[in-house]
């Protein structure tokens, strides 16, 4: 499935499925809220625009595959699977809970559509890469989506990857970065140098290009585009840590803190669902 849907349904969509983060992390006491908020409009565009996939049939070999490297931020693949139709919405209310498909970090054949365990971070592009050159190999025409953390391009097994994958022609690969300028502990560009991060991944030989990540309609450009020299392509989808409520903002301490019951009605009113 793939064709652009009409805006205003994604702004609700969008604005839906954060509201279930909020809930969910209330009700599991899980943290990681503002780091699955941020990246919530490049999910709706990769999985209502972009992405040729049959959420009845997960398993269909010729389905284009979307990695969450971010593993951290599950709640927001979970949230957005649910929501097309992957799996039932109820499951979404066993997050985290002792025996639950929906585990705190994606696990192996945790639930349909998750196509990679994930949390240790700095795998899910080299993982992605190894699906796109067996995709060449086997003369497939699916495509591989990778979002990854800022935070995450700290990682060697990423650079690893990135300077591979262009010597191999895998123009069907494509890498997300939810640059939302936190990690854990402080200021992304503080803790490493990444500013000009696509000039990084051009350096590598990457096509390369710099979007808005809340703007669904420039993401689903992005991601529809593949280069015609061959290149893997990455977006730099800048991005706001905590995006849509505004007492999460932007604020570091949402990358541990755990909404409280007034909170969690804050934010449902503010993203106009109550």
């Known amino acids: 499935m793939s064709g652009a849907s009409p805006t205003a349904d994604l702004e609700r969509i969008a604005r839906e499925i954060r509201f279930r983060l909020v809930r969910m992390s209330h009700a599991a006491g899980t943290p990681h809220l503002a780091s699955a908020l941020s990246c919530v409009d490049i999910l709706v565009a990769a999985y209502w625009n972009v992405l040729r996939l049959d959420p009845s049939k997960p398993d ?47 696990a192996p054949g945790c639930a349909p559509g998750v196509e990679l365990a994930t949390g240790s971070l700095g795998h899910g592009l080299p993982v992605g890469l190894g699906m796109a050159l067996a995709a060449l190999i086997q003369k497939r025409k699916h495509r591989v989506f990778v979002l990854m ?18 010597n191999r022609q895998t123009e069907r690969l494509t890498v997300i970065v939810d640059y939302n300028k936190w990690q854990a502990t402080g200021r992304s560009d503080e803790v490493m140098a990444l500013p000009s991060l696509p000039k990084k991944w051009e350096a590598f030989g990457w096509n390369a290009c710099e979007v808005d990540g809340h703007d669904v309609a420039a993401l689903t450009r992005a991601m529809e585009s593949l280069s015609d020299d061959g290149r893997p392509k990455a977006i730099i989808a800048n991005t706001i840590k905590g995006r849509g409520i505004s007492f999460m903002q932007d604020d570091n301490n949402w990358h541990y803190r755990v909404p409280n019951a007034e909170e969690v009605s804050a934010a449902e009113k503010e993203l106009g669902l109550k």
């Open 149 to 166: 953390s800022d935070g995450e391009c700290n990682e060697g097994t990423v650079w690893e990857a990135a300077l591979f994958a262009p």
């Open 60 to 106: 269909d070999p010729d389905r284009d595959r979307f990695i969450l490297s971010k593993g951290h931020a599950a709640t927001a693949l979970y949230a957005t699977l649910a929501a097309r139709g992957f799996f039932p919405e109820t499951w979404l209310d066993t997050f985290a809970r002792h025996g639950s498909r929906l585990a705190e970090q994606p």
